[in-house]
């Protein structure tokens, strides 16, 4: 026994190695009072197999220490985490926009809210330990970028991708939102509303269009006139294509809604349309011939949501000219055109030109809106536009 035991301590690399060789030909330490194993010795290799049971040692000593034991496989958490729904989430809406139950837009908008839960809450963070303070913070995250319309939209979707959570991925109770995660109130939203309306930031004036159209370069000066003629807002500018205008009308899906919508072209927008084609980009990848404007690098502006650089056009020849408003822009030209609209009074007409959804029911059995109701509301609008004081 004593020649058994002086074998096993010769086997040490040094005096001061800490595991010691069991008779079996393992290396052991005893912790907390229970024997270790790290490693066979091996006669043939001795150095290296001491080395690789050391190395053991230190990597796990600290949680043998502990009272754990590192060698057990870590529980799979099978739980839901936030990258996980917003992808499950996604390929539902996506879903949605093949079978034309969703528009193209809308997805994108809810890829963005999808993108932004998983910046703000981590890709990794189970879904059900959300909870009121999670979302007070996603609401100043939002609020720090956006005004009070888009942060309730935005709002509205986030609820929407926990709601999906609950409903089809078995999530065992809703999510707790908390009070602090609510929509602007509409109280809020008519003060800003009425804020807008006093500095006249919604609406541009007869005088000011003019002035940008004397201004503006060929591409922007057809975008405004069809913003104006049409209620065309920066993503309808981006979508719209060649194809869509005929005989002087232009007809084409408003991507939001999805719905139909028609409007009688005035010939000074015919004219710009015509006028930018000699400055027009050539296309610079498949599919791009098709649409009317394109960026000065030949490709689409339709490469995010908003459609911003059609955007920054315009607040460019704003600051250039001296009439840029906080919160006025491009899109101010659709309220332009439903505002004058309404001076003449045909508001099923300005519906149908806008791409507004409507639940008047009759509405299902019209299955073609008279085209001198358009024609009448655009000559009125050109007319508030183009004709002389006194005429």
Known sequence: MANSTRSHQDAKPTSRFPLTLHPTGRWVKKIRGKQIYFGKHDPDNAKASAQAALDLFKAERREWEAGRNPRQPTPVDTRLTVDELCRLFFHFKTGRVQTGELSPRSLAEYDRTCKRLVRVFGKTHVVETLGPADFARLREDIASKWGLVRLGNEIQRVRSVFTYAHTD??????????QAFTRPSQHALDLLKAEAEKEGRKMYSKEEILKFLDNATPRLRAMILLALNCGFGPVDLALLEHGFIKDGWVTMPRSKTGRNRRARVWPETRQAIEDYRQHRAVPAEDGAEVLVFLTDNGLPFAR?????????LMAKLENKLGTKLDRRGLYNLRHTFRTVAEEHGDTKAAGIVMGHKSRDISEHYIHAFPARRLEALAEYVRNWLFAKEGN
Do not use: M, N, S
């Open 169 to 178: 991925c078995d999530l065992a109770q809703p999510i707790r939102f908390g």
């Open 304 to 312: 995010e949501a908003h459609c911003t650089e059609i955007t920054k």
